[in-house]
């Protein structure tokens, strides 16, 4: 029987999930983001194409969960979300992760600590952590530079144009 890091790894990531949905209060957002970010990465497992084009929930499904939940649970939520993500996505898994785990964690722990700001620092961070990780892509994996660039611009305007349009109305139902 050969053993298969990455189911365990998934499972941790729900058993950190089902803590936190758990012991918060906004279960059913919670519970919510977890559900639609895993099912959109499940859909593009089996639509290859939309995984070169920029379509994820994980970036806006992060940036959320720390506006409602704070910085804490934001880091933790990015970086245990991103790995399933990038598991039920079928997704490459290599050295990238060490910088795009930290990331998403920056990413949760800001959206929480600057939650106040949180409609147009969102933008920011969307396209800064974009742009970030071109730039290391570049630098550190420069033979997926070419794979990685288009990813980078429609994920960019798909999560803007999402925070922009959808924002405010998003926050209203949440409460």
């Not at 106040?116 to 620092?121: D, G, M, N, Y």
């Not at 070419?146 to 949440?174: Q, R, T």
């Amino acid at each position: 029987m050969k053993f298969d890091w990455k189911i365990y790894l998934l499972i941790a990531s729900i058993l950190v999930f089902g803590v936190f949905a758990i012991f918060l209060q906004k279960v059913m957002v919670f519970i919510m983001f977890i559900l639609l970010t895993c099912s959109i990465a499940l859909f593009v497992r089996f639509v290859p194409v939309l995984k070169y084009i920029g379509v994820e929930f994980i970036t806006l499904s992060t940036i959320f969960i720390g506006f409602i939940y704070g910085p804490v649970t934001g880091a933790v939520y990015g970086t245990a979300l991103l790995l399933a993500h990038l598991l039920i996505g079928d997704y490459y898994m290599g050295v990238f992760l060490v910088w795009i785990l930290p990331e998403y964690a920056l990413l949760g722990f800001l959206s929480g600590a600057f939650s106040s700001s949180i409609s147009s620092l969102s933008l920011f961070l969307i396209v800064g952590m974009n742009v970030l990780n071109l730039i290391l892509t570049g630098f550190l994996e420069g033979d997926r530079l070419g794979k990685h660039l288009p990813y980078v611009v429609g994920n960019i305007v798909i999560n803007c144009a999402i925070m922009i349009l959808f924002f405010d109305s998003i926050i209203k139902i949440i409460g």
